[in-house]
């Protein structure tokens, strides 16, 4: 049930309208994702693809724009572009109120200074960063880590104020730049490639005149599976006498094996509604891959382990622990290659672009793009250079910056790619990032000491990519271009909603950290440590500063050369069933709890379509949409009954 395809323009936009009922959302949408992510950690309502919180909302609103419909008359309620609207902007705030970005920041600007210890001695690489990492004062941060305080207080606000301000111009202009990236790969993806965007099919199905799809029964079959297993599984952990079948809780199968086969380090399994709903939505050698190469990175674990080329470790991550196969080079890699490969591919579709963008748009082209070539090239320019000068104006080496954030645009590009493809439903790259590769390639024993700071100075946006910006950015503009709307507003809108997105997610999180302090136990741990990661990461390099590592070369060339490889094959022969976006997403961790999931949607829909052919996988499609609603929708009413009443409940949406 594909969204048709409408005329760029043909529906007009109030855009004050979906403004002005977002904004207010939008501050909501950052206090929920403060306190039940940050402070409770009852639910993790933006770490998948498709925001948890934001599909919420997104439902209860349509729900009110039908009410509205019907009682006040089509002319009232919002129209599809519209709704695609406000649908982006909340996204927007979910980026930056999320996992790895402002979910993470707070702690990254304390951590340095609060955690200094002797054992650590980080207080000897204070002075090679700049003022701005943070407030060094311990009766500043006292109230922060031990909590019974207010982050309103003038002294408070004065000292904290200014490093919070500086790196949210610095974010807003990254968000400006990957934005521009988006808006130049938008028109060759879409329209040239035809890419599917199975991210945002929900979406634009619920919002679609009418919402026909809330009058499909099948629809509400798929909606009650998850919604029974959510809500018996919560009120079971209210309730322990009650039965529970916590299907989507991760379960390890490694536990048990002997050697070779605990080379495997881990194989979690489980069953996530949305992420058999997902993989309905994409063409099974997708769905395929995802499993297949998922299972080939276990046996290449075992194979090294039987000819001692690794250990045989068990646990979490053994299987990335620098031995081989080189998991994690590999997957540098092959994430490299993907963003490379799009860019050369589409090489004379971009060469046609900066030629726009140089000479002016004579013909027309970009009158219904988000912005015109030249000003997408030149806002990449400017907004990369701004970034790079935001380092060049602390010292050391000009190339560093320039260095790492090309690698960070090369990322974003491939990931968003593999999402215009792929219904990935979770992104957590892990070991994939400018960091990781810059020192092991490199070599942290070839970086100066201000080049190591710098390094993890930019990382702190870089540990966690479950809630990139640049993919949720043009999904945005595919979302409103197949809704009907006008392009070129949104992208002002993309940024306004970014901008009171930092300023709710940031008075939220400070007041949540000094009323119930950071390192007091009151708050999830898990986001309080990774404000630590890039300050260990750097210790770790300066007390012991590595040469580049040449197995992990190795391992990056093949990851190259595996993705053009499987890049070549599909373009040679029809039909081939490995896509190299899955073998990139196996060479980190971000398949590891949901290849079960792509296994069983491969299954049904190569059995469906064997059987019934496209018009039973058409017939059933709302089915599997209603797996999607219903596990995002009971998972978020039961987060806000939890983050209300303050109760450890069963997380319905586990990794």
Not at 131 to 159: C, M, T
């Amino acid at each position: 049930m594909p969204s048709e395809l409408k005329r760029e323009g043909a529906i007009p936009v109030r855009w004050l309208y979906p403004i002005s009922v977002a904004l207010p959302l939008i501050v909501l949408n950052c206090g929920w994702i403060a306190n039940s992510e940050m402070k409770t950690g009852v639910t993790e309502v933006t770490i998948s693809s498709l925001f948890m919180g934001v599909t919420f909302i997104l439902f209860v609103v349509t729900l009110l724009n039908l009410l509205v419909r019907k009682f006040a008359g089509a002319g009232a309620a919002m129209n599809q572009p519209e709704m695609m609207v406000l649908y982006t902007m909340l996204s927007i705030s979910s980026v930056v109120a999320g996992m790895g970005h402002y979910g993470f920041f707070p702690p990254f600007l304390g951590n340095l200074f609060y955690y200094d210890r002797p054992s650590n001695g980080w207080h000897s690489f204070w002075h090679l960063l700049p003022w701005f990492v943070g407030p060094r004062d311990p009766d500043i941060l006292k109230g922060f880590y031990e909590g019974h305080s207010n982050f309103f207080q003038p002294r408070i606000l004065a000292a904290w104020t200014p490093p919070l301000l500086v790196w949210s111009v610095f974010f807003l202009i990254l968000l400006w730049t990957t934005m521009c990236m988006g808006a130049i790969v938008r028109r060759r993806w879409t329209e040239d490639e035809h890419l599917p965007f199975p991210i945002i099919a929900l979406p634009l199905e619920m919002t679609r005149e009418g919402a026909p799809l809330y009058h499909n029964k099948l629809l509400w079959v798929g909606f009650a599976i998850p919604f029974l297993l959510h809500s018996l599984n919560s009120l079971a952990s209210i309730f322990p006498t009650l039965p529970s079948l916590p299907i989507n809780t991760v379960k390890e199968f490694a536990t048990n094996l002997q050697y070779p086969f605990t080379g495997v380090g881990s194989i979690s399994y489980a069953l996530h509604p949305v992420g058999i709903g997902m993989g309905y939505l994409v063409s099974t050698d997708v769905s395929f891959s995802m499993w297949f190469f998922y299972l080939l990175r276990k046996a290449a674990d075992v194979w090294g382990v039987t000819e001692n080329w690794r250990d045989a470790s068990a646990g979490w991550f053994a299987d990335s622990n620098g031995q081989f196969p080189y998991i994690n080079s590999q997957g540098w890699g092959s994430w490299l290659a993907l963003g490379a490969a799009t860019l050369w591919v589409g090489r004379g579709y971009f060469k046609a672009y900066f030629g726009r963008a140089l000479r002016g748009d004579r013909e027309g082209v970009d009158q219904g793009e988000p912005m015109s070539a030249r000003m997408a090239v030149l806002g990449l320019i400017v907004g990369f250079l701004m970034l790079c000068a935001f380092v060049w104006s602390q010292g050391g080496s000009w190339w560093l910056p320039v260095l790492f954030l090309t690698l960070y645009i090369l990322l974003m590009t491939a990931l968003s790619r593999i999402r215009a493809e792929v219904a990935v439903l979770c992104s957590e790259l892990v070991w994939v990032n400018p960091q990781s590769m810059i020192t092991t390639v490199l070599g942290a024993g070839n970086l100066s000491k201000v080049d190591l700071a710098h390094t993890s100075m930019l990382s702190w946006f870089n540990t966690d990519y479950r809630a990139a910006p640049m993919p949720h950015e043009l999904e945005g503009f595919v979302g409103l271009k197949r809704s009907g709307g006008a392009l070129r507003p949104l992208v002002p809108v993309i940024l306004l909603a970014a901008a009171v997105a930092m300023v709710s997610a940031l008075v939220w999180d400070m007041q949540m950290y000094y009323v119930n302090g950071a390192a007091t136990g009151s708050v999830n741990a898990f986001h309080v440590s990774k404000g630590s990661e890039p300050w260990n990461n750097l210790q770790g390099w300066l007390q012991n500063p590595k040469p580049p590592d040449t197995a992990a070369m190795g391992g990056m060339a093949f990851g190259i050369a595996t993705t053009l490889l499987l890049s070549l094959l599909r373009a040679r022969f029809v039909g081939f069933p490995l896509h190299p976006a899955a073998y990139a997403f196996n060479m980190t961790f971000a398949n590891d709890f949901f290849w079960c999931d792509m296994f069983i949607a491969w299954l049904v829909k190569v059995c469906l379509l064997r059987y019934g052919g496209m018009k039973m996988y058409q017939t059933l499609l709302p089915l599997f949409l209603g797996l999607i609603l219903g596990d995002f929708v009971t998972g978020s009413v039961w987060s806000i009954i939890g983050t209300v009443l303050h109760l450890n409940l069963f997380r319905t949406f586990a990794t």
